[in-house]
C-alpha cells in the first residue's frame, strides 16, 4: 500500500507514527545525558559508572534488533511495533520505581528491547507505506524530526531532571498514544503470503548483491565517523586545544544537527536536480573537508563552520542510503535488512570510539579528527566501484495488511 492510494486521513495519521517514533528514538539516551551526575547521586554511585545507564539501554540492540527484523518480516509489523512500543513505556516507569542501581540497569536493559525494535521499525513503515520519491521525501522529513529531537532533548531532559530525577524517564509514557495510533492503522503484513523459505532466500539474495553490500558498508563507514571523530575527539579538542567549556563544545555540536536537519529537508529538491552518485560524493567531499578543517582550524569559532560541513554530510548521507537500500528489498525481506543495517550502525558506534579515541591518545586530537576523513575516502571507492544509482525497480507487493 502506498501514499498514493490512501485517503487523506490515514496518510497524515502514519506520518504522525512515523515521526512519532522518530521523537522516542532521540529521547531514548538523549534526555539522560544531562541527567547522569544526579542520577549518580541518587544512587551513590561514581560519576563514571553512571554511562552504565545509557549502556544498558543500548546493548540490547544487537541482539534484539534482527530477531525483531525477522519476525516484523514473517508476523507482521503490527505484531512487533505494539509490544515494543509498550515494553518502551513500562520500562520507563519501571526505572522510576527503582530502589537500587542494579534494578534501574535492568529496567533500562529491557526498556532497550523495546526501543531496539521500534527503532527498526520506523523506517521500514516509511518503505512499506511510500515508495519513489516520496519515500525519500519522508525518509528525509523523518531525519528533520529525529535531527530536532537529538537536539532538543537534552535541554528537556535536563530540566526535568532538575525538578526531580525520575521526570525525564516518565518521557516513554509518549508511546502510549502511539500505541493507540498504530492500532487503527493498516500495516503490512508480508508473512501472510510468503513462506518463511521463500522470504529467507528472497533475503539472503539481496545481502549478496553487491550494491547492496556497497550500502552496508557506507553505514559502517558513517556512524564510525559519527561516533569516532565528531563525538569522542573532537570534545578533546576543543578542551586542549581551545580551553572550550562543556556548553561551547555543546552548541558547536548542536550546530551539526541543524545542519543534518537544513540538508535532509532539502535533500528531495537536490535528488531532483543532481544523481545519487553526485550527491554521494558530495556527501563524502563535505566529510573529508569538515574533518580536515576541524583538525585545523586556529580559534574556537572557526571550528563552528567546520562542522556545519559536516553535519550538512549527515543530513544528506543518512536519509538517502537508507531510501537506496530500502528499495533494494521486497516487502517480505524488508525489515530483516534493514536489521542488519542497524547492527552495522551499532557496530560502527563502537569501533569509531576505539580506533579514533586510541589515535587521540597516540598521536593529538587534531590528528585522528584529519583521520576522519579516511572513512570518507574509503566511502568514495564504494560509490564508484560499485556504481551506486537509486533503483527504479517499482516494488509491488500482493502482502496483507493487518
Not at 552496508?216 to 586542549?240: D, K, N, R, V, Y
Amino acid at each position: 500500500m502506498y501514499y498514493r492510494t490512501m485517503n487523506p486521513s490515514t496518510s497524515t495519521a502514519m506520518r504522525i507514527l512515523v515521526f512519532g517514533i522518530a521523537l522516542l528514538i532521540a529521547t531514548g539516551i538523549a534526555s539522560l545525558v544531562p541527567a547522569l551526575p544526579l542520577l549518580a547521586d541518587e544512587f551513590d554511585i561514581p560519576l563514571a559508572d553512571s554511562w552504565g545507564i545509557i549502556a544498558a539501554f543500548a546493548l540490547p540492540g544487537f541482539i534484539c534488533i534482527p530477531i525483531a527484523g525477522a519476525l516484523a518480516d514473517r508476523i507482521g509489523r503490527k505484531r512487533v511495533l505494539l509490544p515494543a512500543l509498550a515494553l518502551f513505556a513500562l520500562g520507563g516507569v519501571a526505572c522510576v520505581l527503582a530502589q537500587s542501581y542494579t534494578q534501574l540497569l535492568v529496567f533500562r536493559f529491557v526498556q532497550g528491547v523495546g526501543a531496539s525494535a521500534f527503532a527498526l521499525m520506523y523506517t521500514t513503515l516509511i518503505a512499506d507505506t511510500w515508495q519513489g520519491h516520496e519515500r525519500l521525501t519522508m525518509m528525509s522529513r523523518s531525519s528533520v524530526v529525529l535531527g530536532i529531537g537529538t537536539a532538543a532533548s537534552p535541554a528537556v531532559g535536563g530540566a526535568l531532571a532538575m525538578l526531580d530525577w525520575r521526570l525525564p524517564f516518565l518521557l516513554s509514557l509518549a508511546a502510549l498514544p502511539l500505541i493507540f495510533l498504530a492500532l487503527r492503522l493498516p500495516l503490512l503484513n508480508p508473512g501472510a503470503s510468503s513462506s518463511f523459505r521463500a522470504s529467507a532466500g528472497a533475503y539472503l539474495a539481496s545481502v549478496r548483491d553487491r550494491h547492496t553490500l556497497a550500502l552496508l558498508g557506507l553505514t559502517l563507514l558513517t556512524f564510525i565517523m559519527l561516533s569516532g571523530p565528531l563525538l569522542t575527539c573532537f570534545p578533546i579538542l576543543a578542551e586542549q586545544k581551545f580551553q572550550a567549556t562543556p556548553l561551547e563544545t555543546g552548541l558547536i555540536l548542536a550546530l551539526a544537527s541543524l545542519a543534518a536537519g537544513l540538508a535532509a529537508f532539502g535533500l528531495p529538491k537536490l535528488y531532483r536536480r543532481y544523481s545519487t552518485r553526485a550527491l554521494l560524493l558530495t556527501v563524502t567531499a563535505l566529510y573529508i573537508i569538515g574533518f580536515i578543517s576541524i583538525s585545523l582550524v586556529p580559534a574556537l569559532w572557526l571550528l563552528a563552520p567546520a562542522v556545519l560541513l559536516y553535519g550538512l554530510a549527515q543530513g544528506l548521507n543518512i536519509p538517502l542510503v537508507s531510501t537506496l537500500l530500502a528499495d533494494r528489498a521486497g516487502d517480505s525481506e524488508r525489515t530483516s535488512l534493514l536489521a542488519l543495517n542497524g547492527i552495522l550502525l551499532r557496530l560502527g558506534q563502537i569501533i569509531g570510539p576505539a580506533i579514533f579515541g586510541t589515535l587521540a591518545g597516540w598521536a593529538s586530537p587534531s590528528f585522528a579528527l584529519a583521520a576522519g576523513s579516511v572513512p570518507a575516502v574509503l566511502m568514495i571507492w564504494l560509490i564508484m566501484a560499485q556504481g551506486l544509482q537509486l533503483s527504479a525497480k517499482a516494488q509491488h507487493s500482493t502482502a496483507e495488511y493487518v
